[in-house]
């Protein structure tokens, strides 16, 4: 699917850095979004030229991240759309600030039989009162996804990059559970889309379409956590910004546990480093600080990362897998920590 992700790239017009802004005329249907409704459909908003939601239509640009979240191994294909006239600004802290009439899509998918098989398309919309999260979900004959505002189960059979088989029952959120990652102070929030995470194609791309504005001030940017040409130290931080600080942040929902992964934290304690848990339960397995330095067996964050058990596994939802090159990262830099 990366294969496809570039074929898509590609075709997407104004991706490349020299391409001229191409917003005028866009189709997408700027009334859908804005509406108080919820579409049945994901065609309705006008997002895709193909029935099957692989060609963007114009305005609609497909986005890449330096780190993505893990996701049971799914393959994502991300867009920004960004009303025509409109412009995104990311303030001092490299936070993306979408205007009004904004959308991000956001579809999983996986080969499956050796075709690549759209499962579900997530998409976040910027009404006048806020963002609203809705959950669509792709038919076998991949020509309609439809809204399940209840989320749903839907049972995949497909080999992970170790070239293991896997059977997993992949779980759409409902539109409650998407609060539980997307959420900060308690209101729905983009959480992927930030300067230290967009990759140079797209921040490219973003500037030559004039959909960005960017802070004169420097930001810290994440290297991709597989890569192994990077330090390991930051690439152990890109994973743990990624797929855990949404809610491990300052003001996010797991901000009273005092452990705080953003890529740009800087206390070591906030980190778990020696750091014992604010309310010990049977998901501390026991051990007695989130990162023991040295001793990856002994730290409650390795546990949970490669816990399967309701109440233990971290992150809570969006997976029932264990991150196996995750945890090896994790482990790896936790042990090369001093123990003093």
């Excluded at 859908?32 to 029935?51: C, H, K, S, W, Y």
């Excluded at 098989?117 to 609203?132: A, P």
């Excluded at 070239?163 to 983009?190: D, T």
């Excluded at 504005?213 to 743990?240: C, G, H, N, V």
């Amino acid at each position: 699917m990366r294969l496809l992700i570039a074929a898509i790239a590609l075709c997407t017009a104004g991706f490349a850095v020299s391409a001229a802004p191409d917003r005028a005329g866009a189709p997408v249907k700027d009334a859908v979004i804005l509406a108080d409704t919820m579409p049945r459909t994901l065609a309705e908003f006008g997002f895709f030229t193909d029935a099957s939601a692989w060609q963007p239509n114009q305005g609609v640009k497909l986005y890449t991240l330096n780190s993505p979240l893990f996701s049971d191994y799914a393959e994502k294909y991300r867009y920004i759309y960004i009303p025509e006239g409109e412009q995104a600004v990311a303030d001092e802290e490299g936070v993306v600030q979408f205007p009004v009439g904004s959308a991000l899509i956001k579809s999983f998918g996986y080969k499956i039989d050796g075709k690549d098989r759209l499962l579900e398309t997530r998409v976040m919309l910027h009404r006048s009162d806020g963002w609203i999260a809705l959950p669509y979900v792709w038919n076998d004959a991949q020509t309609e996804a439809t809204l399940k505002v209840a989320g749903t189960r839907i049972p995949v059979r497909f080999t992970d990059p170790s070239g293991e088989v896997q059977s997993i029952s992949y779980a759409v959120p409902n539109k409650n559970q998407c609060k539980e990652c997307h959420s900060l102070s308690g209101a729905v929030m983009p959480i992927g889309p930030k300067l230290r995470n967009l990759s140079p194609d797209t921040l490219a791309m973003l500037r030559a379409n004039d959909l960005l504005k960017i802070p004169a001030s420097d930001y810290a940017a994440m290297p991709d956590y597989a890569d192994t040409t990077k330090p390991l130290e930051q690439r152990a931080r890109a994973y743990l910004d990624i797929n855990c600080a949404h809610c491990h942040n300052r003001q996010g929902s797991a901000s009273n546990s005092g452990l705080f992964l953003t890529y740009e934290e800087a206390s070591s304690v906030h980190l778990g480093i020696g750091k014992r848990p604010v309310a010990a339960g049977r998901g501390s397995g026991g051990l007695a600080f989130a990162i023991a330095p040295g001793e990856p067996d002994k730290s409650i964050m390795l546990y949970r990362l490669k816990s399967l058990e309701a109440g233990v596994a971290m992150p809570e939802v969006g997976r029932s897998l264990v991150h196996e090159e995750g945890a090896a990262l994790l482990s790896e830099w936790i042990a090369g920590m001093d123990k003093n």
